[in-house]
């Protein structure tokens, strides 16, 4: 039992037995882009890699969350196919390929690419709960029945286009809102959002690196934005700036949260003890998987840091797997999963919730399949033994 989450040790799972493991790829439309600092048009087509494990118990499902270009972070669609079926799927054939907990060991052989590694690890896994009929929250020592929705708005053109859409999501129920900034496009928007929705509504604003404490003008904009009353800012600096954030850290009075560098417990570790790191983002998936988020939540908890789990531009199938983390004791501000639909068509229903308020799957595995019609236009690569 640990002393303070009170969350017992993940219990080990019966191994299944593996017949295939298949790379999907499924294309769907966007229906709203995010537009952010390092990312201007990220197109409407979509391709969605998923990870798929034919088991003689079960079969396992899970979404590579890797963008389409390698723009948020190194890894991207194409080059994740490859490093799966390349070199971790041919790992997992070699190893305890059934059993998820046990697989992690020889996944770690391949250096980075923590998003595909997360992907055949959770289909594993998934396969497994399926099989035991255990849900992925209950599993991971979930306790809330829903999560709170919260909503990202990308960077506009103009504050009216900004407020327009605060409008949107806060009438979907968002709990709370976290806006896309960058240089020169921060203090102005977030002061009218903040005059627009009151002091109720809690505001985030994420940077992705786009800031630098060498631009003097760019410090004098973060310093007005440290009169916003965010509940965090993310990431303003470049990823392996901590130095920088730290400094940051100092000199404004918001909390600093880091997204990008948290790549591991390890990184984490560092960026909270160099006071770089205020509040955690936890995204599963960049971390190398939900058996690694679990620690991470519970690392947090011991730290006092606060954390909640964010997004990529996940489908029905990633949010559903999302939500379990979301739904762990030690979360303390609202998780990533937008209230309004990002797809045309949706991959697995169910993971939007009403009125801002998400149920957390209670099915076994993650809760979530994808819609076998989807399924009918995918490209499917089977990864021999
Ligand atoms: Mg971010």
């Known amino acids: ?37 390092r990312v201007a048009d990220q197109g409407l087509e979509r391709d969605v890699l998923l990870v798929h494990v ?11 969350v890797a963008e389409a270009s390698p723009t948020y972070s190194a890894e991207h669609t194409k080059g994740a196919r490859v490093v799966l079926s390349e ?33 055949l690890e959770l289909a594993v896994l998934d396969a497994q709960l399926r099989a035991a009929g255990r849900s ?11 999560v709170p929705a919260g909503a990202a708005l990308g960077l506009h053109a103009t504050p009216d286009e900004l407020l327009e859409e605060a409008d949107v999501a806060l009438a979907a129920g968002a709990a709370r809102l976290r806006v896309k900034v960058a240089p020169g496009r921060a203090a102005l928007p977030l ?52 130095v920088g954030h730290a400094d940051l850290a100092d000199r404004l009075t918001t909390p600093i949260c880091l997204d990008e560098p948290l790549t591991s417990l390890g990184t ?42 964010g997004g ?12 379990a983390v979301a739904a762990l004791p030690g979360m303390t501000l609202p998780p990533d999963l937008d209230p309004r639909r990002r797809y ?12 801002g308020v998400v149920p957390v799957p209670s099915g076994p595995g993650t809760g979530a399949e994808p819609e076998a019609a989807l399924l009918e236009g995918a490209d499917v690569e089977q990864v021999p033994a």
């Open 1 to 37: 039992m640990g002393p303070v989450t009170g969350l017992p040790p993940l219990e080990p799972l019966g191994a299944v037995t593996v017949g295939a493991i298949e790379l999907v790829t499924v294309p769907l439309r966007v229906l709203r882009p995010l537009r952010t600092a």
């Open 54 to 64: 034919r088991a003689d118990e079960a079969d396992g499902w899970a979404e590579c």
């Open 87 to 119: 070199h971790l799927i041919p790992r997992a054939w070699a190893g305890p390929t059934g059993d998820a907990m046990a697989l992690g060991h020889h996944l770690d052989a391949v250096r980075g690419h923590p998003m595909a590694r997360a992907a």
């Open 136 to 146: 992925l929250a209950d599993w991971l020592g979930a306790t809330a029945a829903s």
């Open 191 to 242: 002061g009218a959002l903040r005059a627009h929705v009151g002091d109720e509504v809690v505001l985030q604003a994420d940077g992705n690196g786009s800031f630098s404490l060498a631009d003097p003008a760019h410090v004098a904009e973060l310093m007005l934005v440290d009169e916003v009353g965010l509940a965090c800012l993310e990431q303003p600096l470049a990823a392996d700036d901590l």
């Open 268 to 309: 984490i570790e560092a960026a909270v003890a160099l006071g770089a790191c205020e509040v955690v983002c936890l995204k599963p998936a960049r971390v190398g998987g939900w058996i690694a988020a679990r620690a991470v939540h519970d690392r947090c908890v011991e730290l006092g840091v606060p954390v909640w789990v």
């Open 312 to 323: 990529m531009l996940e489908t029905g199938v990633g949010r559903s797997a999302n939500i």
């Open 344 to 355: 045309e068509a949706e991959l697995a229903a169910g993971t939007y919730g009403a009125d």
